[in-house]
């Protein structure tokens, strides 16, 4: 496809949202045509359900094999709807998470088999796969204080974030595990950083990439 699929990943308040920002704004200043999509959502059913999936306040309780299709079928509505026709139009598409974050939270720390989840993407995505993914590695430290000095006036923590720790530790290394499987996609950045350094260590990549 003509276009260029980016996603970014990593655990909660790792900084995902400001990158994903600032990269857009950067491609738009040089004339790139770009737009963000976020996961769970992005679409009408995609934010449904993320409502369903993360700020439920009805006590609507989920199996995880429940969690694990409801998140694939806002999956499923995003690519269908907005990523393909996107990279169709020969646009750039930055995606806050996107598949790896089903296969660490739902496959790793969940536990839930990752044969079927490999399954389950590839009926979802049918080939389709970021060109680069920046995973923003952080230690739990740092993100329980970013998480706490995040600005969330009305939602409070999501269902996920509430998880104990010893599924956030799974979490990281899960990401980890999955970088070094994968090291020609996904670039492991150093979340600690500052946010100005953090961008410019994805520019070096994507520059890269626009470049050939
Ligand atoms: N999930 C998702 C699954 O379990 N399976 C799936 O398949 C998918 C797709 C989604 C949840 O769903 C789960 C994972 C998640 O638990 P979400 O609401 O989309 O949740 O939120 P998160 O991904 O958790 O993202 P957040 O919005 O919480 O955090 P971000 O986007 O990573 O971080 P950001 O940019 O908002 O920054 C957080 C705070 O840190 C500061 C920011 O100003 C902000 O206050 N900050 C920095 N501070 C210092 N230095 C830096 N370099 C900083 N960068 C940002």
């Known amino acids: 496809m003509p276009g260029l699929f980016v996603s970014f990943e990593g655990g909660e308040a790792c900084g995902k949202t400001t990158q994903v920002a600032r990269l857009i704004r950067k491609l738009e200043s040089l004339g790139h045509q770009v737009f963000s999509i976020r996961e769970p959502g992005s679409t009408q059913a995609g934010e449904a359900i993320r409502n369903l999936l993360l700020h439920s306040d009805q006590g609507i309780s989920l199996t ?9 079928a806002s999956r ?32 790793i720390a969940r536990g839930l088999e990752l044969k079927f989840i490999r399954e389950l993407e590839e009926f979802v995505c049918a080939g389709l796969r970021p060109a680069i993914t920046f995973l923003l590695d952080l230690d739990l430290e740092t993100i329980r204080n970013r998480r706490l000095r995040r600005v969330r006036p009305v939602i409070g923590p999501d269902r996920i974030e509430e998880l104990p720790l010893e599924f956030h530790r799974k979490v990281r290394e899960g990401y980890l595990q999955l ?33 050939r």
């Open 64 to 72: 995880p094999a429940a969690e694990l299709l409801l998140f694939g």
């Open 76 to 107: 499923a509505q995003l690519v269908e709807e907005v990523i393909r026709p996107g990279l169709k139009a020969g646009k750039i598409v930055v995606a806050d998470r996107f598949t790896d974050s089903t296969t660490v939270y739902q496959g």
């Open 179 to 211: 970088a070094g499987e994968c090291p020609e996609r996904i670039k492991v950045i150093d979340a600690a950083r500052s946010v100005d350094e953090v961008e410019a260590a994805i520019w070096k990549e994507i520059n890269a990439i626009l470049g």
